[in-house]
């Protein structure tokens, strides 16, 4: 696996022969790793890389079938884009890191830790992801948009037919506060850049996945973000994340939505920041952010 750089845009290579694209900011400081969601790529994070780079060394890296990656014909599994972060964390010798996952990205780690333990890993922070999306005898507070066969075909017929209506009900249902139009342009821009089919068959894997058994298990500290306005999980399926981590605390952003990282930066910044310092020390079990 090796690392090689063209501008700001540099790669590693997975081995299995996948260019993953990544951007690196900040010259010292604690590390932390930025993991986007289905659907979006490294530029999601545009808002939040600089202020943490006064801090920290910041990576940022677009997954498999997103962004500048590579869009191979296999590898549509949770487990792969797992096994892809370790991969990255190998090739740039990275040590001591915080992973922060948004969305898929949060199931991108727990596979991680399923399959590879701990290694590499200091700390761990969640963005508004429920451990199980599909709906289930003992579990209703999965997605509220792809929940079980029937939501799940219909999202991928409306990716083959029409990914720009997908891009636009991203934004419609991922937003409650108002974010730049260039930013807009540029979250729909990203999704524009993905294979449908890629996509559906990722979601295909990712939504029936169901990580409550293992989250007890994450002997890290973890921080969980929770959108108080979420238009993809109810809060109470995100604060379950919370709940059954063991040393997890939840804070819940009481006017965002699943993209609060974007819609609320500074303060989203700040308590990573000092989540990246202190871990949970001194931190209530869980806490709002207005």
């Given at each position: 696996m090796a690392a090689d750089a063209a501008a700001a845009t540099q790669y590693v290579t997975t081995n299995d022969g996948v260019r993953l694209a990544y951007e690196?900011?900040?010259?010292?400081?604690?590390?932390?790793?930025?993991?986007?969601?289905?659907?979006?790529?490294?530029?999601?994070?545009?808002?939040?890389?600089?202020?943490?780079?006064?801090?920290?060394?910041?990576?940022?890296?677009?997954?498999?079938?997103?962004g500048d990656s590579d869009s191979p014909s296999h590898g549509f599994h949770v487990a792969r884009l797992a096994a892809d972060l370790r991969d990255f964390l190998q090739a740039l010798q990275l040590a001591d890191v915080t992973v922060v996952g948004s969305s898929m990205g949060c199931a991108v780690i727990w596979s991680y830790v399923e399959l590879f333990g701990l290694q590499r890993l200091k700390q761990a922070v969640?963005?508004?992801?429920?451990?199980?999306?599909?709906?289930?005898?003992?579990?209703?507070?999965?997605?509220?948009?792809?929940?079980?066969?029937?939501?799940?075909?219909?999202?991928q017929k409306t990716l083959a037919e029409n990914l720009e209506a997908v891009a636009d009900g991203n934004a419609a249902g991922c937003l409650s506060l108002p974010l730049p139009e260039a930013t807009?342009?540029?979250?729909?821009?990203?999704?524009?850049?993905?294979?449908p089919q890629a996509l559906g068959q990722l979601?295909?894997?990712?939504?029936?996945?169901?990580?409550?058994?293992?989250?007890?298990?994450?002997?890290?500290?973890?921080?969980?973000?929770?959108?108080?306005?979420?238009?993809?999980?109810?809060?109470?399926?995100?604060?379950?994340?919370?709940?059954?981590a063991p040393d997890c605390c939840s804070v819940v952003f009481a006017r965002a939505n699943h993209w609060l990282y974007l819609e609320q930066p500074e303060e989203f910044d700040a308590l990573l920041l000092d989540f990246v310092v202190k871990g949970n020390a001194g931190r209530p079990k869980r806490a709002e952010v207005a």
């Open positions: 690196q900011a900040g010259t010292a400081g604690p590390v932390v790793v930025l993991i986007h969601g289905w659907s979006g790529s490294r530029k999601y994070f545009c808002h939040n890389m600089p202020a943490l780079a006064e801090h920290c060394q910041v990576y940022a890296y677009d997954q498999r079938f997103h969640f963005v508004d992801q429920a451990p199980l999306q599909n709906r289930a005898p003992d579990w209703q507070l999965g997605s509220k948009g792809c929940y079980d066969a029937a939501t799940l075909a219909g999202l807009m342009q540029l979250l729909k821009q990203e999704t524009m850049r993905c294979k979601m295909a894997d990712h939504t029936q996945l169901d990580w409550r058994p293992l989250l007890p298990l994450l002997a890290l500290p973890c921080l969980n973000c929770v959108g108080g306005c979420s238009g993809v999980f109810p809060p109470e399926g995100c604060l379950r994340v919370g709940e059954l």
